[in-house]
């Protein structure tokens, strides 16, 4: 139905940037979007979500220095990271809300679809 697969992912040091990617098979233009990240021993927690209107939450943690964005023709979504800090270390998954009516949604239940993940870690 969906698949979802991250890249970009890796190893770089405090202040540099990182670009995500995710590359979606199957229709996702109706659905919000979103980048997840789980540390280890912390529970998985919302990143950024862009419903199929453009509106756009992001977590405290990361505004200003995140950005996500998709491109309904190539039927991608990206996280732009800059100023990237230790504690920004984490395995990034791509997810897919199919019922989210346009709304953006930060529960990990309501996301049905879910990438691998990509590792990223910043090193101080």
């Known amino acids: 139905q969906v698949q979802l697969v991250e890249s970009g992912g890796g190893l770089v040091q405090a202040g540099s940037s990182l670009t995500l990617s995710c590359s979606a098979s199957g229709r996702v233009s109706s659905s919000t979007m979103a980048w997840f990240r789980q540390a280890p021993g912390k529970e998985r927690e919302v990143v950024a979500c862009?419903?199929?209107?453009?509106?756009?939450y992001y977590a405290d943690s990361v505004k200003r220095r995140f950005t996500i964005s998709r491109d309904a023709r190539k039927n991608t979504l990206e996280l732009r990271m800059d100023s990237l800090k230790p504690e920004d270390t984490a395995v990034y998954y791509c997810a897919a809300d199919t019922n989210a009516w346009g709304r953006t949604t930060t529960r990990v239940s309501s996301y049905d679809y879910w990438g691998q993940g990509t590792q990223v870690t910043v090193s101080s």
């Open positions: 862009v419903t199929s209107g453009g509106t756009i």
